[in-house]
């Protein structure tokens, strides 16, 4: 068994906090309606329910990664912690102790500034059956399936619209839509500026490019649902359907945010700024030349000056931003990864990929981080490498 130690114990030791908790809990939503709200600070995350989708290859990366090793004081907590501390140990690692006040002290605890723009399935499974939930969305809300041209049963939650994002950008370079356009089809979707959208799809990069569109187009209120739908799904299939109503109109021009988007020559003027950043999110072969990432981009290399953010594997890996489970890697993590890159929220961050879906998941994170001045370069290295040959 696991020995107690205080935080300031830990502290005084130099030690490691992990918690084991799931990734709403370790962000900020509160357990219930009014219960403790975010994590100890410093706290590292890797939750219990991970280690099935982690080998020993896995955790041993994880924990290299966070620069861990056998004579790190390692403090748990949370659901679980027991057989985290196990599998730590089994990997020749010090997870010998337990922290004894944990989440004792709310003035102390963190939480992501917009952990409620990432919202857990079992917050929505209890919001569309009428059940009183922490930070419920003002109004008629709408919970939307983001779809990529074909319908995917597996994933629609029963009583949910769906919206093709195929409509929300057009050739030839995969550009967002002109705004009448645009404005037409959220008015369509009875989307007004103060409509709350919560968005969930198979394909999460395709959602959070029509989550980002959608803030440009002036939306106050977007959400993702944070992790897979297509294992979860089912906890929905007998929900009561939001409550719908007939196409209206948006409430205000649109674009209402045109500084969440940036044009070819806004981009290239952030590339002479000390204060700014154009962060490619592509993956290191892209970034580094080694191939375009796309079939229709003939090109190769990236945009000069140009800082790496980050992705994956592949146009559609996004594995760096992602815990095993699906879920959005921590405020920490991602802040670390990006800190590393010289990407910092002090700076205008304008983040760019192929063609917008990879930099609009990188936008979103930020924007949950709270970082107060992001973008999408819209273009992204489809348009800047005809332009600039």
């Known amino acids: ?31 219930g309606l009014t219960g403790t709200s975010g994590h100890e600070p410093g706290a590292w995350h890797l939750a219990s329910d991970w280690l099935d989708k982690m080998d020993d290859e896995a955790l041993l990366a994880w924990s290299a990664s966070r620069g861990l090793t056998p004579n790190s004081v390692i403090a748990l907590y949370g659901e679980g912690c027991e057989r985290v501390a196990e599998r730590l140990r089994q990997s020749g690692l010090n997870a010998a102790f337990i922290l004894s006040d944990a989440l004792t002290e709310p003035s102390r605890l963190v939480s992501l500034p917009g952990f409620r723009q990432r919202v857990p399935l079992q917050w929505l499974h209890q919001l569309m059956h009428g059940k009183p939930v922490a930070a419920k969305p003002a109004g008629e809300w709408h919970v939307i399936e983001v779809i990529t041209g074909e319908i995917n049963a597996c994933v629609h939650i029963p009583g949910t619209a769906y919206l093709d994002i195929r409509q929300l950008e057009s050739g030839p370079l995969w550009n967002v839509v002109p705004p009448l356009q645009l404005r037409s089809v959220l008015e369509a979707q009875a989307i007004r500026s103060d409509t709350p959208v919560i968005l969930y799809g198979h ?22 649902l944070d992790g897979n739908p297509r294992v979860d799904a089912f906890c929905l299939q007998h929900a009561g359907a939001p409550a719908t109503s007939s196409p209206a109109d948006f409430g205000m021009p649109v674009p209402a945010q045109p500084k969440l988007l940036i044009n070819r020559v806004q981009a290239q003027g952030m590339l002479q700024r000390e204060d700014a950043a154009l962060v490619s999110i592509r993956s290191w072969q892209e970034h580094s030349g080694q191939v375009s990432g796309y079939a229709y981009i003939s090109a190769k290399g990236d945009i000069p000056g140009a800082r790496w953010g980050h992705a994956g594997q592949g146009k559609n890996g996004m594995q760096d931003f992602l815990n095993p489970d699906g879920t959005l890697r921590s405020a920490e993590e991602i802040t670390a990864m990006w800190q590393a890159q010289n990407i910092t929220l002090e700076q205008d961050v304008a983040f760019y990929c192929g063609t917008g879906w990879r930099a609009s998941l990188a936008f979103m994170c930020a924007r949950a981080m709270g970082w107060p001045r992001i973008a999408v370069y819209d273009g992204g290295w489809f348009e800047w490498s005809q332009f600039y040959k």
């Open 203 to 224: 394909n999460l990069l395709a959602t959070a490019r029509a989550a980002h569109i959608l803030l440009y187009a002036g939306v106050e209120d977007v959400r993702l």
């Open 1 to 31: 068994m696991a020995l107690p130690l205080t935080l300031r114990q830990v502290q005084q030791q130099q030690g490691v906090l992990i918690d084991t908790r799931n990734s709403a809990l370790f962000n900020g939503w509160p357990m």
